[in-house]
């Protein structure tokens, strides 16, 4: 959790914070997040497998949330603000949903 996301450089700082020690050998998702008010966060995410900041995380979202709402920040539901859209974290009873729009962000073609 820290202030002004923005400026933070995720690649970098996300991909030391992936391969410490601790979380070795499977590595760990890296999320930056910047609290706005008890129902809304901007977070930015370094996952790995891609090896870069993604437009959006679902795990990483509702891991945020639980850990946000545990420490006092958040208060369900969260709206979770990634560059590519918002996903809000609904808890019913223990049980976790992600609700959001779904974007296109590429278009391809397979070739065989």
Do not use: W
Not at 38 to 61: F, M, P, S
Not at 104 to 112: C, D, P, R, T
């Amino acid at each position: 959790f820290k202030n002004n996301i923005k400026e933070i450089a995720v690649p970098e700082i996300g991909k030391k914070i992936r391969f410490m020690p601790e979380f070795l050998p499977s590595g760990t998702n890296v999320n930056f997040v910047e609290v706005k008010n008890k129902h809304q966060a901007l977070i930015r995410t370094y996952e790995k497998g891609v090896e870069d900041e993604t437009y959006a995380c679902g795990t990483g979202a509702t891991a945020t949330a639980i850990i946000g709402v545990s420490e006092g920040l958040f208060e369900y539901p969260v709206e979770m603000v990634f560059k590519g859209g918002n996903l809000v974290v609904i808890n019913e009873n223990n049980e976790f949903y992600i609700e959001g729009k779904v974007n296109i962000s590429y278009f391809g073609e397979v070739i065989h």
